[in-house]
């Protein structure tokens, strides 16, 4: 730790060096000290690298927490996903014809390309952040910029759809209509893998997940546009448990790793949203697994 002074500010800069699992409490012991009204401006910079080496018992102890991340900056990670502005909506245009190109012409190296670009998780992974924090303000962006962007999804498919009617004997297109406890168990894993990556600090992992809401959004436009009824609905009830089941993942992938509000009162609240955030998603699973195997058993 050292210190230095602006002249021109007459403010006092410290430096603390911290390790990654001691950078979370040295963060919430120095806001508790200095308050929110002291001017104070906390700065959080990576260490890009190291050239003594460290003891072995010290270097035993960084390996076990390689990876970690703050709630700070887990929060401006995440929170980049929720605003409604035009990058968002210019990445939802491409991600959804490249979605429904491939569903189209059932080409597994399109559909992953779409993986690549898909925005739709961001949104979800937000709501759920905002609840753990008790934030008010990023749960309400989260909500309305992952509904519209489901709605943009839905309606440049359908127009798709109607120009370019949809192929029945595409194998990945009609998988996209049926949903199953697979569907379920594939949602669950999605989200939590998404929470896990974000919190380990390796948002690559991300890539892979998004497609668990992009595919049966994109699929619903598209038969409605081709107008088949009842592929829609599957595809529908599919996105649902989907939506359900990534959102309860990620809320529980974020209490599993300790995700919470530094102070009392924010706890407080936070603890009130979880609990109405999860109730709110595991009723909605029950009847959507009951209407699931009633769907499926009048397919049959």
Known sequence: MDAGSDAETARRVWRILASPHRCQALLDGLQAVL????????????????????????????????????????????????????????????????TAIGLNENSVAIVIDAMVIAPLLGPNLALA??????????????????????LAVVLLSFLIGLAWPPDLGSEDLMARTRAGLDSIALALA??????????????????????????????IGLMLGGGHLAAAFGALLLLA??????????????????????TWYEKRKASQSMKLYIDSWIVPLAILVIAMLLWRQGMA
């Open 129 to 150: 952040l905002a609840t753990a924090l008790g934030h008010g303000a990023l749960m309400y962006r989260a909500m309305t910029t992952g509904l519209i962007g489901l």
């Open 241 to 262: 448990v989907n939506t359900v089941c990534v959102n309860l993942a990620v809320k529980l992938a974020f209490v599993i790793r300790g995700v919470r509000p530094r």
């Open 190 to 219: 999605s989200g939590a893998a998404a929470t896990l990556s974000l919190t380990a600090a390796v948002p690559t992992t991300l890539v892979g997940v998004m497609v668990a809401l992009l595919l049966p959004t994109a699929t």
């Open 35 to 98: 308050g929110e009204g002291s001017g104070a401006r906390i700065v959080v910079l990576p260490v890009a690298a190291t050239l003594l080496r460290p003891a072995p018992e010290e270097e035993e102890a960084e390996a076990k927490v390689a990876g970690e991340i703050t709630r700070q900056a887990l929060y401006e990670s995440v929170a980049k996903s929720a605003p409604l502005d035009p990058r968002y909506l210019l990445m939802v245009i491409p991600s959804t014809v490249v």
